[in-house]
Structures are given as C-alpha cells and as structure tokens.
C-alpha cells in the first residue's frame, strides 16, 4: 500500500522548489517579453496614439509603463534579478489589464483570463521570490557585491 501511495504521488521524482521556480521565471518571464512587451516595444510609435489608457494618465504614458513592466519586468525575472519588484510591477500590469481593461472578465469576447494567468504567476514569484538559481541567490551569497 505505501509502494502504492508513493507511486500516485510521484514520490520517485525528486522535488525542487527552486527548479520550479526557475521554470515559472522563465515561462512566465518569456512568454510576457516574446508575446506581449516585444511587440509593444517594436510598434511603440504606431501603438501610442491610441493604446489604451485605463489609469487616465494619457494613451503614450500607458504604453510606456506597459512596455517597462511587460519587456523589464521580465528579462529581470528571466535572469532572476529583482525578482520580487519585478514581479510586482509585472503583477500590477496584469491587475490593470485584467480588472480595468477586461473588466474582470474571466471568459467571453472581452476576456482577461490571460491577464489573470499571468497575474497568478506573477504573485506566485513575488510571494515566493526567485529561488536558488537566481541572480538575487548570487548577490545574496557575495553580500550584494
């Protein structure tokens, strides 16, 4: 039976909290720069006439914090850098985008559920931080030198 118990929990693969960590820096980290920053950074003059601009803080403004929270956020988080600030402006990205943009919509046409999935992986990284395999481990290790 404890053969059994151990088999459906996988107890035969290793775990590792900072593996996983660095999996969610990269997953999350790449996908938010490859899908969404680089495109906004790339086409940021054709984007900022008209962006979106739900803070009321003008369309161009809105871009450029989307555009540093959505391409610095995430190399920082890639390289686990900062990882807690830089997931906290990448969470608060995410947080305007999906409640003020989509409306809280989880499904339906005007959908934030992306915004909410990221949102989760971005909390998840602020609360935990970026693990072993992180530039905040290496600085932490040389007394921040």
Not at 9 to 36: C, E, K, N, V, Y
Not at 47 to 63: E, N, R, V
Not at 104 to 109: D, F, I, Q, R, W
Request: charged share 10%; with cysteine; aromatic share 10%.
């Amino acid at each position: 039976m404890k053969s059994g118990v151990k088999f459906l929990q996988l107890g035969f693969i290793p775990g590792s909290t900072d593996t996983a960590l660095l999996f969610l820096r990269l997953w999350f980290g790449l996908g938010m720069l490859i899908l969404h920053g680089w495109g906004k950074l790339t086409d940021f003059n054709t984007l900022a006439p008209t962006f979106p601009d739900p803070l009321g803080i003008g369309s161009t403004p809105s871009l450029v914090l989307a555009v540093l929270t959505e391409v610095l956020c995430p190399i920082l988080l890639i390289v686990g850098a900062f990882t807690r600030l830089a997931a906290l402006g990448a969470l608060g990205t995410m947080a305007v985008a999906w409640l003020l943009v989509h409306d809280g919509a989880l499904s339906g046409p005007a959908s934030g559920e992306l915004a909410a999935v990221y949102f989760g992986g971005f909390a998840a990284l602020f609360l935990a931080g970026g693990g072993h395999y992180s530039m905040d481990a290496r600085m932490r290790a040389t007394g921040g030198n």
